[in-house]
């Protein structure tokens, strides 16, 4: 089983950053591949970035964001902590909503997909002020 555990969400005027961190704990060895999510109040649960790596060295093999999101937003691992982050840049109050990570055991072809993730983290909400 994994656990995971998001933070460094919060209130941030139009414009500005933040950093989401997810960590992961338990049987981490396994992961593969980790995404971000977001849910806004009435939507569906939507994708925003996910990367996959190697079993072995953990070398990143392959990312994805959303459309939305790219060129403000990157994701990025922390072999050493076991952590992935994602750097929020430009916010817009679109991006408002709970974020949550995921993860796989598997290098994930089709990272946009929920049903390829087995565990999720609790969520972390990000409010954008305009």
């Known amino acids: 089983q994994v656990q995971l555990v998001e933070s460094g969400g919060g209130l941030v005027q139009a414009g500005g950053s933040l950093r989401l961190s997810c960590s992961a704990s338990g049987r981490t060895f396994s992961s593969r591949t980790m995404g971000w999510f977001r849910q806004a109040p009435g939507r569906e649960r939507e994708f925003v970035a996910a990367?996959?790596?190697?079993?072995?060295?953990?070398?990143?093999?392959?990312?994805a964001y959303t459309d939305s999101v790219k060129g403000r937003f990157t994701i990025s691992r922390n072999n050493a902590a076991n952590t992935v982050s994602l750097q929020m840049n430009s916010l817009k109050p679109e991006d408002t909503a709970v974020y949550y990570c995921?993860?796989?055991?598997?290098?994930?072809?089709?990272?946009?997909?929920?049903?390829?993730?087995?565990?999720w983290g609790q969520g972390t909400q990000v409010t954008v002020s305009s």
């Open positions: 990367m996959s790596w190697t079993a072995i060295s953990r070398t990143v093999i392959s990312t």
């Open positions: 995921a993860v796989s055991n598997r290098v994930v072809a089709e990272k946009t997909l929920l049903r390829e993730y087995d565990h």
